[in-house]
């Protein structure tokens, strides 16, 4: 049987819905037109690893999230991403990231500290509060969110702009934290139409510190360094752990919307 986009986005946003639990087989199988076995392998081929590892990976990586942009207790965010008490949260993750959640938290500063060296910023930041908005989206992984994957998966939907209402790019993974080769943007449009080839989901829904990117999207991480800088040097809120939203107002106007914790 011939592996369909659609159906496998579908499952991999419930699973990542879900990143706080094990997804059963079962579950698998009654979304899907797989067997646990054959998506299994469908699923490797496509993302390189397996179910259980990507489930697995999902948990740590939103824990160390947790662990920089909150300031939960260890034992609370053990709870939260799936862990029942915390010394197997901490085992788990000291293997993952060679280091013990708390040494995580207290190097903080050096997760960030290449990536903003000698940066300077006057970045203007608001706080908003988005309404969700149901989008059509694709994922790809775009290997440390570099421009020439994102910009093929955009001329690849082009043809049909004249469709589309508003444009998004859905940051999924922090790119300081997770694996390069792992990390997934979607591109994500509103439109009256159906979109072949696209998934029906949601974006926002939230509190949101907003800031602008202006100039050629090639130049943007110029931008996230000004509001990292700015973020850690300030302290004035805490950032979750969900998507990134960019909204692209104009060709060199993007706005970048980060969740805020609470």
């Given at each position: 049987m011939q592996a369909n986009f659609s159906d496998i986005q579908k499952i991999v946003d419930h699973i990542e819905a879900n990143f706080d639990r094990e997804v059963s087989a079962y579950e698998i199988e009654s979304m899907s037109h797989y067997s646990y076995r054959n998506f299994q392998r469908i699923f490797f081929k496509l993302f390189n690893e397996t179910v259980s590892g990507f489930q697995k990976r999902l948990r740590l990586e939103n824990a160390y999230k947790k662990l920089i942009y909150t300031e939960?207790?260890?034992?609370?965010?053990?709870?939260?991403?799936?862990?029942?008490?915390?010394?197997?949260?901490?085992?788990?993750?000291?293997?993952?990231y060679s280091i013990s959640p708390a040494e995580a938290r207290k190097q903080k500063q050096d997760i960030f500290k290449k990536?903003?060296?000698?940066?300077?910023?006057?970045?203007?930041?608001?706080?908003?509060?988005?309404?969700?908005?149901?989008?059509?989206c694709k994922f790809i992984k775009a290997k440390d969110y570099n421009n020439e994957e994102i910009d093929a998966l955009w001329k690849e939907i082009e043809p049909?702009?004249?469709?589309?209402?508003?444009?998004?790019?859905?940051?999924?993974?922090?790119p300081l934290i997770t694996n390069h080769s792992h990390c997934r943007y979607g591109a994500a449009v509103t439109s009256d139409e159906?979109?072949?080839?696209?998934?029906?989901?949601?974006?926002?829904?939230?509190?949101?510190?907003?800031?602008?990117?202006?100039?050629?999207?090639?130049?943007?991480?110029?931008?996230?360094?000004?509001f990292y800088q700015l973020w850690l040097s300030e302290k004035q809120f805490l950032l979750d752990n969900s998507d990134v939203i960019e909204e692209?107002?104009?060709?060199?106007?993007?706005?970048?919307?980060?969740p805020l914790y609470g």
């Open positions: 939960d207790s260890l034992s609370e965010i053990a709870w939260q991403v799936g862990y029942f008490n915390i010394q197997s949260f901490s085992k788990a993750f000291k293997k993952q990536f903003i060296e000698n940066h300077q910023t006057d970045l203007k930041i608001e706080l908003k509060y988005k309404d969700a908005v149901s989008v059509y049909d702009t004249e469709i589309f209402d508003a444009a998004y790019g859905v940051i999924r993974d922090q159906v979109i072949k080839g696209f998934v029906v989901s949601e974006i926002f829904g939230g509190k949101y510190a907003r800031f602008t990117h202006y100039g050629p999207y090639g130049n943007i991480l110029e931008t996230y360094r000004s692209y107002e104009e060709p060199e106007i993007t706005h970048i919307y980060f």
